[in-house]
T-cell receptor
Framework: DQQVKQNSPSLSVQEGRISILNCDYT??????FLWYKKYPAEGPTFLIS?????DKNEDGRFTVFLNKSAKHLSLHIVPSQPGDSAVYFC??????????????FGDGTTLTVKP | DAGVIQSPRHEVTEMGQEVTLRCKPI?????LFWYRQTMMRGLELLIY????????DSGMPEDRFSAKMPNASFSTLKIQPSEPRDSAVYFC???FGRGAFFGQGTRLTVV
């Protein structure tokens, strides 16, 4: 059973528009959530995170929203840029304080931002 | 900061051979993780260390896999004997709270 699901394998967006990447989870023990970005031939890069005590966290063009009741989170990128084209992984962890690196990852969504 | 350094970047070996993957975490990070990425299973955690001590190795697939962290600046993941189904990209990551910082990975091919 997959505890973290990213149901959209790919997403294509025009430059300057908003990109919305979605993620669902099933394990109620998860209380810290992260987004990573991965370029080909590189390791994932930490992008942004959110604790379960919040419903929104913003960092520049990136905003993560958390809906605990729906067990759903999303990453918004606005405005999208061609350099944002990458694979985005959603990850979930039981606690920020017990090593957020010990995360369960989704399968990733490939974002393509067209110029 | 040089980031997490993994070696080698690519490894091709014959079935039955021993393979050792190496990792140097970011200085000051107290946690180290080994992940494996395959098409079938995505990114999965194999083992993680906290302050050089293995905390959770439940993701290690078989006894053929072993990992060590003799000090805060070095870790190895060993596969002995290797099998074709071990072919994957192996990532090492380190963390000090918040998110993890990943190395570039080692692409292992067992033929």
């Amino acid at each position: 059973d997959q505890q973290v699901k990213q149901n959209s394998p790919s997403l294509s967006v025009q430059e300057g528009r908003i990109s919305i990447l979605n993620c669902d989870y099933t394990n109620s023990m998860f209380d810290y959530f992260l987004w990573y970005k991965k370029y080909p031939a590189e390791g994932p890069t930490f992008l942004i995170s959110i604790s379960s005590i919040k419903d929104k966290n913003e960092d520049g063009r990136f905003t993560v929203f958390l809906n605990k009741s729906a067990k759903h989170l999303s990453l918004h990128i606005v405005p999208s840029q061609p350099g944002d084209s990458a694979v985005y992984f959603c990850a979930a962890s039981p606690s920020q304080h017990t090593n957020a690196g010990k995360s369960t990852f989704g399968d990733g969504t490939t974002l393509t931002v067209k110029p | 900061d040089a980031g997490v350094i993994q070696s080698p970047r690519h490894e091709v070996t014959e079935m039955g051979q021993e393979v050792t993957l190496r990792c140097k975490p970011i200085s000051g990070h107290n946690s180290l993780f080994w992940y494996r990425q395959t098409m079938m299973r995505g990114l999965e955690l194999l083992i993680y260390f906290n302050n050089n001590v293995p905390i959770d190795d439940s993701g290690m697939p078989e006894d053929r896999f072993s990992a060590k962290m003799p000090n805060a600046s070095f870790s190895t993941l060993k596969i002995q004997p290797s099998e074709p189904r071990d072919s994957a990209v192996y990532f090492c990551a380190s963390s000090f709270g918040r998110g993890a910082f990943f190395g570039q990975g080692t692409r292992l091919t067992v033929v």
